[in-house]
Nanobody, 125 residues
Framework: QSQVVESGGGLVQPGGSLRVSCAAS????????IGWFRQAPGKEREGVSCVDSSGTVTNYADSVKGRFTISRDNSKNTVYLEMTSLKPEDTAVYYC??????????????????WGQGTQVTVSS
């Protein structure tokens, strides 16, 4: 069964850092764009960041630019989202999605084929 699984969420103080991971099983991420999304209580899911299948093209939401970094390690079939200078408004369930795409493209919309169950990130003192 092909799926992606998020991990690495937790409780962190404002200003702290956290790295969440998106691991694929049942398929290789090599030819897939990966997107990170988040959904806070009472809000719609929003795109946070994405990376194309080659790892050379990345996009970020304005709210996280300069604080979050997306990267991929195809040898580990995993994509990471490094989050720094975390704010309470970053609190949400973080989801990753995977979509087979040509290099050079990664959508920030929810048009992905595989989704994980999410990992909770809570920023609070």
């Amino acid at each position: 069964q092909s799926q992606v699984v998020e991990s690495g969420g937790g409780l962190v103080q404002p200003g702290g850092s956290l790295r969440v991971s998106c691991a694929a099983s049942g398929f290789t991420l090599d030819y897939h764009a990966i997107g990170w999304f988040r959904q806070a209580p009472g809000k719609e899911r929003e795109g946070v960041s994405c990376v194309d299948s080659s790892g050379t093209v990345t996009n970020y939401a304005d709210s996280v630019k300069g604080r979050f970094t997306i990267s991929r390690d195809n040898s580990k079939n995993t994509v990471y989202l490094e989050m720094t200078s975390l704010k309470p408004e970053d609190t949400a369930v973080y989801y990753c999605g995977a979509k087979m795409m040509f290099p050079g493209m990664c959508p920030m919309t929810s048009d992905y084929d595989y989704w994980g169950q999410g990992t909770q990130v809570t920023v609070s003192s």
